[in-house]
């Protein structure tokens, strides 16, 4: 591959990985993400103890989004979770929602299409602190129930790998 190709090829998987809000490890024992460049940086260990301890989950989607919802109260029993009722706070907060389209569509390499935030209960807030934030890459025409059980899938191997 000649040079100006490699250079085109690096560029667009940084502007990806730019959109996409992807999460990467952190080295520091805090479970948190933080976000420098639209790129959030997470600790998987600190995020996957916050998990284990935690005993009811809240679901977040956007407004009318049922079948999303129920993927989460899914995803969460399997996580052997209680979800908690509609208008209360759990220990986490499970959002899944669409990300903003950047309008750009190069090759068949993908956009990120959806993320998954957990956030860890912290009172007065809306939803607290994030802990993790899973991102799904895939082509912009994919219907959005499809997009949904690839990132929950994508989210339980991450967790089966642990």
Sequence with gaps: MSGYWMGCVVVMLGALVAAGGVARAQSANEARCTLEKQVYTC???AFVRQLDKAHTVAVETESLDRFTAK???ELAGELGKTVAPEDELGDLTFLLI????TGVHIGPGGEPLATLRIYAALPGTPRGTLLWAETYTGQPDRPWAATVHALIQQFQVRLQKH
């Design 43 to 45: 600790n998987w260990p």
């Design 71 to 73: 993927q989460l109260r």
């Design 98 to 101: 669409p990300m903003q389209s």
